[in-house]
């Protein structure tokens, strides 16, 4: 099986190409993917014939076909992603002023079961692979008639629970032969896997972190998110404290509103107890209803109410309206229940994962 040339550092792919083309072979084709994102060597006009055959010869250039797409009326779009195995992904893609932010998936599905999550009810059928990843980057850059400013690992999946993948393609895309993408706009998110947090502090990648906190006391945590049994808000708060240590980039926190369940003054004093000596920015984010689960979303009185209190918090917060909400693409409301994929039986990423190119 032939190497998907989209999960290829174009490092490797330089020295690997130097071995039967001009080096200046490698800079045009990755012009024509990454910055007017042609993916058919075909169109690559200034290529040569033996070097587009050896191209398609060598090296996997499928991408995923788009099935569906739907388009909200904030102007947010989400495209679901058929795979090569037929599995699905959701992306979305999100306007906001200036800004053009991508809500990038990193599994088919979840394992976390997080319980106002709708991915979650999907079960983790198997983790993206760098070039999935890097695909729903480029095809997003291909729908867009605005670039991308934004990226963020916060779609489908435990972005940490599939860490070398993850931390792989942002090394590829913000090397700068291919998006130059700026870590200071990179996000990647998580529910809280401590030794995740931990492993990426010390990758030496760049780029920011966000956590689904959503309660600063254990046992209304722990109802909502099942990781909190096994890693703790105390144990969450340790590694918080070892990634800001190694990151010039301050945490984010993300809050789910739920009325009846983490919105009371108990909530926000325990909140404000946790994040004391936190550098941090908390992003409270109404709940989006998911018509299969039973939480509903707050009114906007009682939203009103929260964030007048939630500003005597010593951190900088803020009101997250989601977006896309409407074509069910907002925070908590991506799902794909047509998947025939039977779920994995493990959740630890593959560490031995490195993809390189095969040679003829």
Same mark, same amino acid.
């Not at 779609?155 to 393609?169: H, T």
């Given at each position: 099986?032939?190497?998907?040339? @989209? *999960?290829? &550092? =174009?490092?490797?792919?330089?020295? +690997?190409?130097?071995?039967?083309?001009?080096?200046?072979?490698?800079?045009?084709?990755? &012009?024509?993917?990454?910055?007017? @994102?042609? $993916?058919?060597?075909?169109?690559?006009?200034?290529?040569?014939?033996?070097?587009?055959? $050896?191209?398609?010869?060598?090296?996997?250039?499928?991408?995923?076909?788009?099935?569906?797409?739907?388009?909200?009326?904030? *102007?947010?779009?989400?495209?679901?992603?058929?795979?090569?195995? /037929?599995?699905?992904?959701?992306?979305?893609?999100?306007?906001?002023?200036?800004?053009?932010?991508?809500?990038? /998936?990193?599994?088919?599905?979840?394992?976390?079961?997080?319980? $106002?999550?709708?991915?979650?009810?999907?079960?983790?059928?198997?983790?993206?692979?760098? &070039?999935?990843?890097?695909?729903?980057?480029?095809?997003?850059?291909?729908?867009?008639?605005?670039?991308?400013?934004?990226?963020?690992?916060?779609?489908?999946? #435990?972005?940490?629970?599939?860490?070398?993948?993850?931390?792989?393609?942002?090394?590829?895309?913000?090397?700068?032969?291919?998006?130059? +993408?700026?870590?200071?706009?990179?996000?990647?998110?998580?529910?809280?896997?401590?030794?995740?947090?931990?492993? +990426?502090?010390? /990758?030496?990648?760049?780029?920011?972190?966000?956590?689904?906190?959503?309660?600063?006391?254990?046992?209304?945590?722990?109802?909502?998110?099942?990781?909190?049994?096994?890693? =703790?808000?105390?144990?969450?708060? !340790?590694?918080?404290?070892? $990634?800001?240590?190694?990151?010039?980039?301050?945490?984010?926190?993300?809050?789910?509103?739920?009325?009846?369940?983490?919105?009371?003054?108990?909530?926000?004093?325990?909140?404000?107890?946790?994040?004391?000596?936190? /550098?941090?920015?908390?992003?409270?984010?109404? @709940?989006? !209803?998911?018509? +299969?689960?039973?939480?509903?979303?707050?009114? =906007?009185? #009682?939203?009103?109410?929260?964030?007048?209190?939630?500003? !005597?918090?010593?951190?900088?917060?803020?009101?997250?309206?989601?977006?896309?909400?409407?074509?069910?693409?907002?925070?908590?409301?991506?799902?794909?229940?047509?998947?025939?994929?039977?779920? #994995? %039986? &493990?959740? #630890?990423?593959?560490?031995?994962?490195?993809?390189?190119? %095969?040679?003829?």
């Amino acid at each position: 099986m032939l190497n998907s040339l @989209y *999960g290829v &550092h =174009p490092e490797e792919l330089a020295k +690997f190409l130097a071995a039967y083309f001009p080096a200046y072979r490698c800079k045009q084709l990755l &012009h024509w993917i990454y910055s007017r @994102y042609v $993916f058919d060597p075909g169109q690559m006009s200034d290529l040569p014939a033996d070097f587009k055959d $050896f191209l398609t010869g060598g090296f996997d250039l499928g991408m995923p076909s788009i099935k569906q797409k739907l388009s909200s009326a904030d *102007g947010s779009v989400k495209c679901r992603l058929s795979l090569a195995d /037929s599995a699905q992904i959701e992306l979305v893609l999100m306007p906001e002023a200036k800004k053009l932010t991508l809500c990038v /998936s990193s599994q088919v599905g979840c394992s976390r079961g997080c319980s $106002f999550c709708a991915t979650g009810s999907m079960k983790l059928r198997r983790n993206l692979e760098v &070039h999935e990843i890097v695909q729903q980057i480029l095809l997003a850059a291909a729908e867009s008639d605005k670039p991308i400013t934004n990226l963020v690992f916060m779609g489908m999946g #435990e972005p940490l629970d599939n860490l070398d993948n993850v931390l792989y393609a942002v090394r590829l895309i913000q090397d700068a032969s291919t998006l130059a +993408f700026s870590p200071r706009r990179t996000t990647i998110s998580t529910c809280g896997i401590v030794p995740g947090i931990r492993r +990426f502090a010390d /990758s030496g990648v760049k780029a920011k972190l966000a956590v689904s906190l959503n309660s600063a006391r254990d046992e209304v945590r722990s109802e909502l998110m099942p990781v909190n049994a096994r890693y =703790p808000l105390q144990d969450l708060k !340790s590694a918080l404290l070892y $990634f800001l240590q190694k990151s010039r980039f301050r945490v984010t926190l993300e809050y789910i509103l739920i009325p009846g369940v983490n919105m009371s003054d108990a909530d926000l004093k325990a909140l404000r107890k946790f994040c004391g000596d936190l /550098s941090c920015k908390i992003n409270f984010i109404p @709940y989006n !209803s998911v018509p +299969f689960l039973s939480y509903r979303a707050p009114s =906007p009185t #009682e939203i009103e109410a929260f964030m007048q209190k939630a500003q !005597s918090l010593p951190q900088a917060v803020t009101l997250r309206r989601s977006r896309g909400s409407d074509v069910c693409g907002a925070c908590g409301q991506l799902v794909v229940n047509d998947i025939k994929n039977k779920p #994995e %039986v &493990h959740h #630890e990423p593959d560490r031995k994962h490195r993809p390189t190119p %095969v040679r003829r």
